[in-house]
Nanobody, 123 residues
Framework: QVQLVESGGGLVQAGGSLRLSCAASGRAFSAVAVGWFRQAPGKEREFVAAINWNGGSTNIADSLKGRITISRDNAKNTVYLQMNSLKPEDTAVYYC????????????????WGQGTQVTVSS
């Protein structure tokens, strides 16, 4: 079992930055791939970014490339999502999720989920 807790969300003005954290507890966090997903009001949850077990492989949604960076610190059992040049359309609940195995983009392949953290970007 892996337990995940997101933090770092909040209210920010357009053009600002936020760094979200996904802190994990449980066994073998360093063996899991971690993904970030987001769900805006009235929309389906969508893939944001993912990172493999050692940080050597990352995947960023095409629409977010250049503004999003994902990284991890296995010594701290934490994955980070750095978001820059935020736009109002980035407003959503952001979730982190984990799976044993390679990075995949589809949320259905992730077994462990956090409760989410709200990000609100004002114009």
């Amino acid at each position: 079992q892996v337990q995940l807790v997101e933090s770092g969300g909040g209210l920010v003005q357009a053009g600002g930055s936020l760094r979200l954290s996904c802190a994990a507890s449980g066994r073998a966090f360093s063996a899991v791939a971690v993904g970030w997903f987001r769900q805006a009001p009235g929309k389906e949850r969508e893939f944001v970014a993912a990172i493999n077990w050692n940080g050597g492989s990352t995947n960023i949604a095409d629409s977010l490339k250049g503004r999003i960076t994902i990284s991890r610190d296995n010594a701290k059992n934490t994955v980070y999502l750095q978001m820059n040049s935020l736009k109002p359309e980035d407003t959503a609940v952001y979730y982190c999720a984990a799976r044993y195995g390679p990075v995949l983009l589809q949320e259905s392949f992730y077994d462990y989920w956090g409760q989410g953290t709200q990000v609100t970007v004002s114009s």
